[in-house]
C-alpha cells in the first residue's frame, strides 16, 4: 500500500529517487505512463498487469474507451529501478506531466502519482478548498 506525498529532484543524469518508504513495496522494474490531471502513474509490475488486462478487456467500439486504453498503455514503460531506488523517466512522459527539476511522488494506495511540483501545489491547494464539496459528493457514494 502506497500512501503519503513526498519531494524530489531530478539528478544531472535524469534519475529521481522514489521515497524510501515506497521503496520496500517495488522490485528491481515498476511501469510508469501517462496519468489524469497531467501527472504520471507508476505502478508495481503485478498491479500494472491487473489494469492492463481490465483495459484489454473493454470494448474497442467505444471511442472513449480507445482513447483511454491508448493513453494508459501506449504511453507505458517499463523502468527499472536501480540499488538505490532510483528510476529513469523517459523524456516523452516528463514532457507530459511537465516535470522539471522538483517532482512530487504521492502514493494512492495501489499506485503512486508522480507530478511536477508546481503542477502539485497548485492542483492540492484547488483540491484542499473544494475539501466539503468533494466530501458531500463521494458521502453520495457511500464513502
Known sequence: ???????????????TSVPAKFRAQLKSKVVVTRGLDNSLFLYTVDEWKKLAEKLASLPISTANTRAFSRLMLAGAMDCDVDKQGRIMLPGYLKEFAKIGKKLVFAGLYNRIEIWSEDSWNVYKQQTE????????QLGDLGV
Open 129 to 136: 478548498k473544494d475539501s466539503n464539496v468533494i466530501a458531500e
Open 1 to 15: 500500500m502506497f500512501i503519503g506525498e513526498y519531494t524530489a529532484s531530478i539528478d544531472d543524469k535524469g534519475r
